[in-house]
């Protein structure tokens, strides 16, 4: 779910050429969410959608270049029904959305919370055409109590779908193992640069890091069917929200 927008905002505020669009179930939210990007005066298309229904996502089969999305971990936002059917559903949403070459990231806490939306991608995969694997994932402090886990999923080709263990993404360099000491290590980076931004199709340069890439410069990918370059934060149908 985008909710208030923090994560877009963040995106928005370091790629400020990138199109952006949210999703969320909660009206309240989505006026946030543009009352925030009013004020960072940062372009937003935001949309009140399901995830977890056939379609939910208002855009075309493969349209989508890159998917971020934190689900609910049925603690601060409460799921309806047996959470593993509800990250399945959504998974299977999302995959009907992207695009062959594009990238899913998703964050959950440490523990079941993770190994169920790990569980829940596998049996969405075998649903869609395409073979859609983990290729890095990492465990970071979210909070000084909190420990999550953010993956990195890719389409590898129906021959590779094993799912990698703990491993390091493309542009941390010699980055600590996980932990606090990681998280430090991803605000220094963020510090110096961020990765250039690319179209999915284009090939990134040797020298460049290929986690993120997305610029957009051809006026065909704006409008109602234009792929999404960074973040589409999805909110979802089952949430019963908590008021903090």
């Avoid at 047996?82 to 070459?101: C, K, S, W």
């Avoid at 960074?230 to 909110?235: N, Q, V």
């Amino acid at each position: 779910m985008c909710g208030k927008g923090t994560l877009l905002a963040e995106a928005a505020v370091w790629w400020p050429n990138a199109s952006f669009a949210g999703c969320d179930v909660d009206i309240d939210q989505l006026d946030c969410c543009r009352t925030n990007f009013e004020w960072l005066q940062r372009r937003i298309q935001l949309f009140q959608a399901n995830a977890t229904k056939p379609g939910g996502i208002p855009f075309q089969n493969n349209s989508v270049d890159k998917v971020l999305v934190a689900p609910p971990w049925n603690r601060q936002f409460r799921i309806c029904g047996e959470p593993q059917i509800f990250y399945q559903a959504m998974f299977e949403e999302i995959l009907r959305v992207l695009h062959p070459t594009g990238r899913l990231v998703f964050v959950g806490a440490s523990g079941k919370v993770i190994h169920k939306l790990e569980v829940a991608l596998r049996n969405a995969r075998a649903k869609v055409d395409g073979g859609w694997s983990i290729v890095a994932k990492r465990s970071f402090f979210l909070t000084g109590k909190v420990t999550a886990v953010m993956a990195v999923a890719e389409n590898v080709g129906h021959e590779s779908l094993q799912d990698v263990g703990w491993k390091g993404l493309a542009w941390e360099g010699q980055a600590p193992d996980n932990g606090r000491d990681l998280y430090n290590h991803w605000r220094m980076l963020r510090a110096l640069d961020f990765p250039t931004l690319r179209p999915a199709f284009e090939t990134a340069l040797p020298s460049e890091p290929v986690l993120i890439h997305r610029h957009i410069s051809n006026s065909r990918y704006r409008g109602f069917g234009w792929l999404m370059t960074s973040a589409l934060l999805i909110g979802l149908w089952a949430l019963k929200r908590q008021v903090l």
